[in-house]
């Protein structure tokens, strides 16, 4: 065996070393359960944004107001009293 040949083998392990390292974090717990969180708030903030921007959009163009936000505030006025 050639010093090349060597090298492409001791790479090739490396190479498959970090791939192994790389899958045990991928499929533990830790992982998955952060990779969920993050992807549940950026649906949150996402949606919200959609539906500000729609909203926002109807109130202009329409005139009308997808919210009511008077009823929204006799909910509150009710929730504190």
């Known amino acids: 065996m050639d010093e090349s040949e060597q090298h492409q083998r001791e790479r090739l392990i490396t190479v498959l070393g970090s791939l ?40 202009q163009v329409f005139g009308v107001e997808v919210i009511d936000t008077e009823a929204i505030q006799n909910i509150q006025e009710q929730i504190l009293e």
């Open 20 to 59: 192994e390292d790389l899958t045990k974090r991928q499929v533990s717990i830790r992982f998955i359960f952060l990779k969920g969180v993050i992807y549940g708030l950026g649906t949150v903030v996402g949606a919200t944004l959609l539906i500000s921007i729609v909203s926002y959009m109807f109130v």
